[in-house]
């Protein structure tokens, strides 16, 4: 038998009377009544504690990863909270124009940005740009000669330290397709090129060593390869980027973004360099945030192997456990505090055999159809990854908070299939 880890749930979380569970004071079986399933529920005030917390240990000018989740709902907190929106995309920097944020709070990443993205950055006014390579270096020089206009850029430096995360998600070792690599004095030529160009305003350095990394001292380690590499060019910004980690099943741990930011600073401290330290958490912001909501449609018996739970979403809600083999867990919102004594593996609707949710979850003994199940932890690179695979629709979104359920974003119709189509015979 396994009791739910209570603390991976959201920060309002709360069993009621009957043993059901709520979240920013709203029944989860309600909401599944009200909007359906599958169905994104996010702790509104949990996601502005995270932001809060950010925005506390690194300042003004700390970036909310948007990747993560966005929309415009999210967007809009996020800058409510004081942060900045890190955008990788043109149809990122649409989004946030498009809820109202200032183009001077954006920062815009990317490996291979565009003409058009950096033109339209530029146009709009966008706060940084993150230089990604030497051709991105031509691309602005190139849009300066057309219009004068100079780019306020950092170079993303890769600085050679291992993540020890999944390998799709590390981005800090050598060998990556992001960024000016140290080892190799791509950096340093990149920094005296951009230092000596008259079309980007060279303003600091940033690097971004992976993704879901719980290992505090790599994060010490890159930001001493950055503050011993910025310090002899009189550059005032250096961000160390994101990538912080959360614990998604029972046993995991992870810092929090207090002690993250505690020991990068500590770290540039000790490096003698006197520098703006900026960062872009994102999982770390939405992850835990929310809770996916499923219905259980069929439940197959394969005595001696194992027991299949079906559920009315998939891969195409949760990509994560297909891309990287994540883990996550199961419980009934109606019995949440109800031991957990059989184990199932709970799949998806799609015409795929790897379409797998979570390979070893636990649920009550008297699980069934029609239950509503439910997995935690899944604010982040769910909705965002998302896609209409064998063309099923996506969920909505709701914000919770008080007693109050907000429909952010609404789920897909089957007419939304076609908007993109163009009909046969035009």
Not at 357 to 372: A, E, F, W
């Amino acid at each position: 038998m396994s009791s739910l880890p209570f603390d991976l749930l959201p920060d309002t979380a709360e069993i009621d009377p009957d043993g059901r569970l709520t979240v920013g004071g709203c029944d989860l079986l309600a909401l599944a009544d009200e909007f359906g399933t599958p169905l994104f529920v996010y702790d509104e005030l949990h996601l502005r504690s995270r932001c809060r917390e950010a925005r506390a240990a690194f300042g003004e000018g700390v970036a909310y990863a948007s990747k993560a989740f966005l929309c415009q709902a999210m967007a809009r907190l996020a800058h409510e909270e004081g942060m900045h929106l890190d955008v990788a995309t043109g149809g990122e920097v649409h989004v946030a124009l498009a809820a109202g944020i200032p183009a001077d709070k954006l920062v815009l990443h990317g490996n291979n940005k565009s003409v058009t993205e950096l033109r339209h950055a530029l146009d709009v006014g966008v706060w940084r740009i993150v230089v990604d390579s030497f051709d991105e270096l031509d691309r602005l020089e190139a849009i300066h000669a057309d219009t004068g206009r100079v780019a306020p850029v950092w170079l993303r430096l890769t600085p050679g330290v291992e993540a020890h995360t999944h390998e799709f998600t590390a981005t800090g070792q050598d060998d990556s397709k992001f960024g000016f690599t140290v080892s190799t004095g791509l950096a340093q030529q990149a920094i005296d090129r951009a230092g000596a160009s008259s079309s980007v305003d060279l303003l600091g350095l940033h690097a971004h060593i992976g993704s879901q990394v719980f290992a505090i001292e790599s994060f010490r380690r890159s930001a001493a390869t950055l503050a011993e590499i910025i310090e002899p060019t009189g550059l005032r910004e250096l961000s160390v980027g994101g990538g912080l980690g959360v614990p998604y099943v029972a046993g995991e741990e992870a810092p929090t973004i207090a002690q993250w930011a505690t020991a990068v600073l500590g770290a540039c401290t000790e490096a003698g360099v006197d520098v703006r330290i900026l960062a872009e958490p994102g999982r770390a912001i939405v992850a835990a945030a929310a809770i996916t909501l499923y219905t259980v449609g069929t439940i197959k018996e394969l005595p001696g192997l194992r027991t299949y739970l079906a559920v009315d979403g998939g891969m195409s809600d949760n990509p994560r456990p297909v891309l990287y083999g994540s883990g996550y867990e199961t419980f009934l919102p109606r019995a949440v505090a109800a031991p957990r004594e059989r184990t199932v593996t709970v799949v998806g609707k799609h015409c795929e055999s790897g379409d797998l949710l979570v390979r070893s979850g636990r649920v009550p003994s008297d699980v069934m159809v029609g239950d509503i199940l439910a997995t935690p932890v899944t604010g982040a690179y769910g909705h965002s990854m998302g896609s209409n695979y064998n063309q099923v629709l996506r969920p909505p979104v709701v914000f919770v908070a008080d007693g109050d359920a907000r429909l952010v974003v609404r789920r897909e119709t089957f007419d939304d299939l076609l908007r993109r189509d163009v009909p046969p015979g035009t």
